[in-house]
């Protein structure tokens, strides 16, 4: 199984747009179906993404040419 954190910080440093999914497994999908659960939350811009590579989420952010800087974290 597959736990996905997204930890949103706005420009003043202030928490904003966290919330957590459960999935079988790393795969695109799973953020594919949460990144507009955030937006509907208020979620305009993401600047940066922090990551296991395997997450999916490049795959899932990468549809747009305004996709945020993804960093791999080991």
Known sequence: RAVYLALGVNLEGNNKHSGFW???S?????WLDSLPELQNRGLEEMLIAAMDVRSGFPE???RSSDSPQVYETV
């Open 22 to 24: 459960v999935g079988d």
């Open 26 to 30: 790393e795969r695109a999908q799973l």
């Open 60 to 62: 899932a952010s990468g």
